[in-house]
């Protein structure tokens, strides 16, 4: 017995590791690595030509206080903020709907809502393009009621839009997840109380979905702020958000240490926001 235990205990060690190490791996070439390199370009200079000069420096982050950065930063934050707000308006009462039906029909309203990632992300997009432009189906139709057109197309809202249009799936399944879970029985205590819907909703359901709110909010908040594809072809370049920001100092620029800085900027509010939601969760799980 003493000596096979040993061995028995190296045996699942290694199993372990056979069944870890691939992902383990995975992870650490295309996730630590170059969040490493991304981490250290920080601390150096441009050369003058592009690339990076290993002189350490600290220019790279006082930059980030410039005013046409700021700009851009706060431009960024409020359109994903409305495009998240939009979607959790929007998402709630469709993850709602959907885990009210009957098991048969839930299978159905969840296909629908996945639907849409099974077409290209640039086709959806351009397919928004085709649909908000001068001669789309949106302005002639405003013609044949003899209103004026509208110019859609190019704008903020066009973007928000856009983004709207892409992660709604992304607010809508967490929701339902969460709503899903819900005990059916603390409704019907609520009322047998003699609470209304509403006051039931408020002080129940709400509350008890809170994780799920949370989740639903970073999950759309997070890539519409780093998004660059649709503030590129729904904004026409006429609103540079943090995403087209970081891809032309790295791609048109060649600064990649700033453009390290600002990607950095964004992990850390990744970080925070993911923080912030599993405190939320937390406390939300404890009132329960």
């Given at each position: 017995?003493?000596?096979?235990?040993?061995?028995?205990?190296?045996?699942?060690?290694?199993?372990?590791?056979?069944?870890?190490?691939?992902?383990?791996?995975?992870?650490?070439v295309?996730?630590?690595?170059?969040?490493?390199?991304?981490?250290?370009?920080?601390?150096?200079?441009?050369?003058?030509?592009?690339?990076?000069?290993?002189?350490?420096?600290?220019?790279?982050?006082?930059?980030?206080?410039d005013?046409?950065?700021?700009?851009?930063?706060?431009?960024?934050?409020?359109?994903?903020a409305?495009?998240?707000?939009?979607?959790?308006?929007?998402?709630?009462?469709?993850?709602?709907?959907?885990?009210?039906?009957?098991?048969?029909?839930?299978?159905?309203?969840?296909?629908?809502?996945?639907?849409?990632?099974?077409?290209?992300?640039?086709?959806?997009?351009?397919?928004?393009?085709?649909?908000?432009?001068?001669?789309?189906?949106?302005?002639?139709?405003?013609?044949?009621?003899?209103?004026?057109?509208?110019?859609?197309?190019?704008?903020?809202?066009?973007?928000?839009?856009?983004?709207?249009y892409?992660?709604?799936?992304l607010?809508i399944?967490?929701?339902?997840?969460?709503?899903?879970?819900?005990d059916?029985?603390?409704?019907?205590?609520?009322?047998?109380?003699g609470?209304?819907?509403a006051?039931?909703?408020?002080?129940?359901?709400?509350?008890?979905?809170?994780?799920?709110?949370?989740?639903?909010?970073?999950?759309?908040f997070?890539?519409?702020?780093?998004?660059?594809?649709?503030?590129?072809?729904l904004?026409?370049?006429?609103?540079?958000?943090?995403?087209?920001?970081?891809?032309?100092?790295?791609?048109?620029?060649?600064?990649?240490?700033f453009?390290?800085?600002?990607?950095?900027?964004?992990?850390?509010?990744?970080?925070?926001?993911?923080?912030?939601?599993a405190?939320?969760?937390?406390?939300?799980?404890?009132?329960?």
């Open positions: 017995m003493t000596v096979r235990q040993p061995a028995r205990v190296l045996g699942k060690a290694a199993g372990r590791l056979a069944t870890m190490g691939p992902g383990f791996g995975f992870l650490t295309f996730l630590l690595v170059p969040l490493a390199l991304v981490l250290s370009y920080t601390v150096f200079r441009r050369g003058r030509f592009g690339g990076v000069v290993y002189e350490p420096t600290g220019e790279n982050f006082t930059r980030l206080a005013p046409l950065y700021l700009d851009v930063v706060v431009g960024s934050v409020k359109l994903a409305i495009t998240t707000l939009l979607a959790l308006l929007l998402g709630y009462p469709t993850a709602y709907l959907i885990a009210r039906l009957p098991a048969r029909w839930k299978v159905v309203a969840l296909v629908a809502v996945v639907l849409p990632f099974w077409t290209n992300f640039l086709i959806r997009t351009y397919a928004w393009i085709v649909l908000l432009n001068s001669e789309g189906p949106v302005n002639s139709g405003l013609k044949a009621l003899g209103l004026r057109p509208v110019e859609l197309l190019y704008t903020d809202g066009a973007i928000v839009a856009g983004l709207l892409a992660y709604l799936p607010m399944l967490p929701l339902y997840s969460a709503v899903e879970r819900l059916p029985q603390l409704r019907e205590a609520s009322a047998n109380l609470a209304r819907p006051r039931t909703f408020w002080s129940v359901t709400l509350p008890l979905s809170l994780p799920g709110v949370l989740t639903g909010c970073v999950f759309v997070v890539p519409s702020l780093g998004n660059f594809v649709i503030p590129e072809l904004g026409g370049g006429r609103r540079i958000m943090v995403g087209n920001l970081i891809r032309d100092q790295f791609l048109k620029a060649r600064d990649w240490p453009g390290s800085v600002l990607a950095l900027a964004v992990i850390a509010v990744l970080v925070l926001l993911l923080f912030a939601q405190w939320a969760a937390r406390r939300a799980g404890r009132g329960a």
